[in-house]
């Protein structure tokens, strides 16, 4: 499975970006989808995750409340809208799939990833 991660840039603090995640296909080993980030220096960080099936969605405590995961499955695509951003934001931001065991929450538990795509944040 292929994962295609777009829509980063550069925004000022406040403002709103939506990622997009496009999978080349919908297997078992992508029964759920999630975003995470890694910012210079610092360790891989949950974002937020979501089912195909249910919509179930999970979210990390520093982004719950301003950013929303959502999918399109006639797309395969997984989108996260990410408002009131921070300059804490700032991350390479990337999509991941998973199957169907495991927690949403690890990045270990994912099995296949995209490219990402940078998001900074200026204050």
């Known amino acids: 499975v292929q994962l295609q991660a777009s829509g980063g840039g550069l925004v000022q603090a406040g403002d709103s970006l939506r990622l997009s995640c496009v999978a080349s296909s919908r297997t078992l080993a992508t029964y759920a989808m999630g975003w995470f980030r890694q910012a210079p220096g610092k360790e891989r960080e949950f974002v937020a995750a979501i089912s195909w099936s249910y919509g179930y969605a999970y979210y990390g405590d520093s982004v719950e409340g301003r950013f929303t995961i959502s999918k399109d499955n006639a797309k395969n695509t997984v989108y996260l809208q990410m408002n009131d951003l921070k300059p804490e934001d700032t991350a390479v931001y990337y999509c991941?799939?998973?199957?169907?065991?495991?927690?949403?929450?690890?990045?270990?538990?994912?099995?296949?990833w995209g490219q990402g795509t940078l998001v900074t944040v200026s204050s």
């Open positions: 991941a799939g998973k199957g169907p065991t495991g927690s949403y929450y690890f990045a270990r538990q994912y099995e296949s």
